[in-house]
């Protein structure tokens, strides 16, 4: 099994910046496409950016212009890059990682969530 390790969540104000970074525990998984979801107190997981092999990204309305994905297909690692942070950004971050072995997705990975608090 894969496991996928966070790092970069802490406690920040109102317009601060945190970098978040999620890397697989083994090199040799074919990983797919990746993504950062987040879960704040009484609502749903919910996406927030994605970013294919390719390099090809998707973010949520809620956070353009202020995060950026990214990431380093050598090292199956995914970063996010949040800037301009609000008390509405307060969550648990997960990151995903699709296996796609033969370019075709079977499964995923997550990782075990990271605290991001930002105070006002």
């Known amino acids: 099994q894969v496991q996928l390790v966070e790092s970069g969540g802490g406690l920040v104000q109102t317009g601060g910046s945190l970098r978040l970074s999620c890397a697989a525990s083994r090199s040799s998984i074919s990983i797919g496409a990746m993504g950062w979801y987040r879960q704040a107190p009484g609502k749903q997981r919910a996406l927030v950016a994605s970013?294919?092999?390719?390099?090809?990204?998707n973010y949520a309305d809620s956070v353009k212009g202020r995060f950026t994905i990214s990431r380093d297909n050598a090292k199956n690692t995914v970063y996010l890059q949040m800037n301009s942070l609000k008390p509405e950004d307060t969550a648990v971050y997960y990151c995903r990682a699709d296996v796609a072995p033969f370019g075709v997705t079977t499964g995923a990975y997550w990782g075990q969530g990271t605290q991001v608090t930002v105070s006002s």
């Open positions: 970013i294919t092999k390719g390099g090809g990204t």
